[in-house]
């Protein structure tokens, strides 16, 4: 298997604009989370789904920010309008119930 | 409120010279301790799962511990390879599977 995909693993653009982030999941995994990291505030869970049904997005940092599961093989986050704050290196994990596997993550910069 | 803390947050140690890392938590039920290495620029790498005080478990130069309060990662005889940062995550109980994670420990290891 090739692991968790994401994409774009890096993206800059400008205050005001539309990010959108995408990632696959380990074929089979029926949990997908995604976490952000950064400096000051290490790996934080943003929102996970359970077969495709978001679970929990208490994380969620406000309403600029969205995530979807159109199905078990594809998940998006979306941010929109984007701000300086939310420049950070967001990862997508899936899991079969046990460990979470991480893809690579995208680093993101909002200039 | 389920909190993780590790330390120390930087650690340098020469070739060789043994040492641990601490995790200490405090959640609502543990159902899995974990303990994840990532190299900069990479996503988190999985290492062990612990489940219940007294468990160990060791891969290579590293083995994992854990009491009720805390969990070490003892490393012996490190090597230049080693260096990472080490993240120690635990999964509270109700419900689901989402993992809440410590700072990390920056470990550099010299020749």
């Known amino acids: 298997d090739a692991g968790v995909i994401q994409s774009p693993r890096h993206e800059v653009t400008e205050m005001g604009q539309e990010v959108t982030l995408r990632c696959k999941p380990i074929?089979?995994?029926?949990?997908l989370f995604w976490y952000r990291q950064t400096m000051m505030r290490g790996l934080e869970l943003l929102i996970y789904?359970?077969?495709?049904?978001?679970?929990?997005d208490s994380g969620m940092p406000e309403d600029r920010f969205s995530a979807k599961m159109p199905n078990a093989s594809f998940s998006t986050l979306k941010i929109q309008p984007s701000e300086p704050r939310d420049s950070a290196v967001y990862f997508c994990?899936?899991?079969?119930?046990?460990?979470?596997?991480f893809g690579e993550g995208s680093r993101l910069t909002v200039l | 409120e389920d909190q993780v803390t590790q330390s120390p947050e930087a650690l340098r140690l020469q070739e060789g010279e043994s040492s641990s890392l601490n995790c200490s938590y405090t959640?609502?039920?543990?159902?899995?301790l974990f303990w994840y290495r990532q190299d900069p620029g990479k996503g988190p790498e999985f290492l062990f799962t612990?489940?219940?005080a007294g468990e160990e478990k060791e891969k290579e130069r590293l083995k994992a511990t854990l009491t009720k309060k805390e969990s070490f990662l003892h490393i012996t005889a490190p090597k230049p390879e080693d260096s990472a940062t080490y993240l120690c995550?635990?999964?509270?109980?109700?419900?689901?599977?989402?993992?809440?994670f410590g700072a990390g420990t920056r470990l550099a290891v010299h020749p």
């Open positions: 994990a899936s899991s079969g119930g046990g460990e979470l596997f």
């Open positions: 074929s089979g995994h029926d949990y």
């Open positions: 789904f359970n077969n495709n049904v978001p679970i929990d």
């Open positions: 959640v609502s039920g543990l159902r899995g």
């Open positions: 612990l489940y219940s």
């Open positions: 995550a635990v999964r509270p109980s109700g419900g689901y599977n989402k993992l809440i």
